[in-house]
């Protein structure tokens, strides 16, 4: 007989749960830290943190045709992607979604 497999239980999807809201938000930072060293990891910033870009994006209010005003979630962004760098280097979102990079 094989053992049956029960369902997962309140263990996993805790793990689950604090990977998700803590590990992958936190994980943007070094990440973007570790770009100037790695062209793989500058390469996947706007590919695994797409989510985390986006949401910033959204935050943009149109304050004319054409013209957004940087949201509440920017500076937060903008504050952890480049605290572990010398260069004020940040990666973003261009109003159309297309991935750019900030700074000098």
């Known amino acids: 007989m094989t053992p049956s497999r029960s369902k997962?239980?309140?263990a996993f999807w805790a793990t689950v749960v604090v990977v998700v809201l803590v590990a992958y938000p936190l994980s943007f930072g070094p990440a973007c830290w570790l770009a100037p060293h790695s062209e793989t990891v500058h390469r996947c910033i706007h590919v695994l943190h797409?989510?985390?870009?986006?949401?910033?994006?959204?935050?943009?209010?149109?304050?004319?045709?054409?013209?957004?005003e940087e949201g509440w979630l920017d500076p937060c962004v903008q504050w952890y992607a480049t605290c572990g760098r010398n260069d004020d280097r940040f990666p973003a979102l261009g109003q159309e979604g297309e991935p750019i990079w900030w700074g000098n």
């Open 8 to 10: 997962p239980g309140v």
């Open 50 to 68: 797409y989510p985390i870009l986006w949401m910033t994006l959204k935050t943009h209010r149109e304050i004319a045709p054409g013209v957004f």
